[in-house]
């Protein structure tokens, strides 16, 4: 487990960012003018 205090990246990259992107997109579509919240942990 990650020490919560320590040392974070807050830049998402990589993978991570295309999948956030990838499940966005598929809400927006299947909710047209809906509000998307979304939470993420780090």
């Not at 998402?12 to 047209?32: C, D, H, N």
């Not at 003018?33 to 979304?38: L, N, S, V, Y």
């Amino acid at each position: 487990m990650d020490d919560p205090k320590g040392e974070t990246n807050a830049e998402i990259g990589g993978t991570w960012k295309q999948s956030i992107k990838v499940a966005y997109e598929a809400t927006k579509s299947a909710f047209p003018g809906g509000e998307i919240i979304a939470h993420l942990d780090q």
